[in-house]
């Protein structure tokens, strides 16, 4: 159970386009998701914590116009990297909470991550 | 701030010999403790989790971690290491009130070789 699908697992893409990025959650629903990037042989920074039917809350510093979070449903948020640009090239990688179960509440399931690489 | 303080970068080690990979946190409220690992490209796979109850806590693949709260601790050990444990792992913190959020370490890259 608990399974995290993020898609797609790579994406290659011109300087100023927009690519979405899909995080589902497969057999749980999810309220709050999250959104993390990853520089190479770092560690995972929290960009942003996703809800369901409301407005994403942004952590100081990133930018929301150019990092938009939709969660539209219990089970999908999608992160979409507005007019990318080689610094934008990351890893980038979701979590889901199973709040359906109350002892796993605090508990964080992760995707594979999507690999941007901006051209 | 809060921070979450993986000491070790790189710890290499010997198939077959033991590890302890370590993390302290700054904080000592009430916190939710954290160990995943990442194999190169993937996410991150939850090995094990201290929420409450018992300090010694049991994980998958035979890792094991004790949360110490006098010394803000929760150090991940393993008996003895197989080559397939070679990967990256990372500390994480929930502090309580913070609507879950986790705050990660700079990660430990535990490299076994024969």
């Known amino acids: 159970g608990a399974v995290v699908s993020q898609h797609p697992s790579r994406v290659i893409c011109k300087s100023g386009t927009s690519v979405k990025i899909e995080c589902r959650s497969l057999?749980?629903?999810?309220?709050?998701m999250f959104w993390y990037r990853q520089f190479p042989k770092q560690s995972l920074m929290l960009m942003a914590t996703s809800n369901e039917g409301s407005k994403a809350t942004y952590e100081q510093g990133v930018e929301k116009d150019k990092f938009l979070i939709n969660h539209a449903s219990l089970t999908l948020s999608t992160l979409t990297v507005t007019s990318a640009h080689p610094e934008d090239s990351s890893f980038y990688i979701c979590s889901a909470r199973d709040l359906g179960q109350p002892r796993a509440k605090n508990i964080q399931y992760f995707g594979a991550g999507t690999r941007l690489s901006v051209l | 701030a809060q921070s979450v303080t993986q000491l070790d970068s790189q710890v290499p080690v010997f198939e077959e010999a033991p590890v302890e990979l370590r993390c302290n946190y700054s904080?000592?409220?009430?916190?939710?403790l954290f160990w995943y690992v990442q194999y190169p490209n993937q996410g991150l796979q939850l090995l094990l989790k201290y929420l409450s109850g018992s300090t010694l806590v049991k994980g998958i693949n035979g890792f094991e971690a004790e949360f110490n709260k006098s010394q803000t601790s929760f150090h991940l050990r393993k008996p003895s290491v197989h080559i397939s444990d070679t990967a990256e792992y990372f500390c994480a913190v929930s502090w309580a009130g913070t609507a879950s959020k986790l705050t990660f370490g700079t990660g430990t890259r535990l490299q076994v070789t024969l």
């Open positions: 057999d749980f629903q999810a309220t709050t």
């Open positions: 904080s000592s409220v009430s916190v939710y």
